[in-house]
């Protein structure tokens, strides 16, 4: 019989990048315009592809996935590729793509509250309930009010990428990492 960890690694690894994605454009909101495309569009794929390793999962094991994660690994990776590709379309790509990708993430992880309630508990859920709420409420503002998604990506940004590394690094160490 296979020994597997009950750590998730990849869940750590993504938590760390986006907290320190997330703290570099605090201390820089500007840059988000220039060196820090390319990098949130490798975390955007990274993302992706975790989403959609998820789906894989967890049809494999219950004989359907959940569709939202599909289709926010789909969003996130084509969102990453963008900014990768096309570097000077990057505004636009922070003032609509963003938001939609901070909307379509915090759906799918709201889908799989029940998941990470049974497997983790109450302190997790309720973290990752509160994350994803407050994701969900920036989105929507970025997408209604333009100029503040373009003044302000850098700030909000930062801060919610923090939120999203601390609650992928939570993950890591809970029960979630364990595959069973």
Same mark, same amino acid.
């Given at each position: 019989?296979r ?13 760390? =990048?986006?907290i /320190?994605?997330g703290?570099? &454009? /605090?201390?820089r909101?500007?840059? #988000?315009?220039s *060196? ?6 490798i $975390?955007?794929? $990274?993302? *992706? $592809?975790a989403?959609i390793?998820?789906?894989?999962e967890?049809e494999?094991y &219950? +004989?359907?996935?959940? @569709?939202?994660?599909? !289709?926010?690994? !789909? ?5 990453? $590729?963008?900014l =990768? @590709? ?9 003032s609509l =793509?963003?938001?939609i990708?901070? !909307?379509?993430?915090?759906i ?5 509250? +029940?998941?990470i309630r ?6 997790e859920y309720?973290? &990752?309930?509160? #994350?994803?709420i407050?994701?969900? !409420? ?11 998604s373009?003044?302000a #990506?850098?700030c909000?940004? *930062?801060a919610y990428?923090i939120?999203?590394?601390i609650?992928? #690094?939570?993950?890591a ?8």
């Open positions: 019989m020994r597997r960890s009950g750590f998730g690694w990849l869940e750590l690894i993504i938590g760390i =990048l986006l /320190l994605i703290i570099f &454009t /605090l201390l909101p500007g840059s #988000v315009f *060196g820090l495309l390319f990098l949130f569009g $975390i955007a794929v $990274i993302m *992706g $592809i989403d390793l998820l789906y894989i967890v494999r &219950t +004989g359907f996935g959940p @569709v939202v994660s599909l !289709i926010s690994g !789909i969003l996130s990776v084509m969102a990453g $590729i963008m =990768l @590709v096309y570097p000077g379309a990057g505004v636009m790509v922070l =793509l963003f938001p990708w901070f !909307i379509a993430h915090c799918s992880r709201l889908a799989h509250l +029940g998941v049974l497997l983790s508990g109450a302190g309720y973290f &990752t309930l509160i #994350v994803n407050i994701g969900l !409420i920036l989105g929507f503002l970025m997408i209604l009010r333009p100029m503040l373009l003044t #990506v850098g909000i940004a *930062g990428l939120l999203l590394g609650d992928s #690094v939570v993950m160490f809970s029960n979630m990492g364990l595959r069973r």
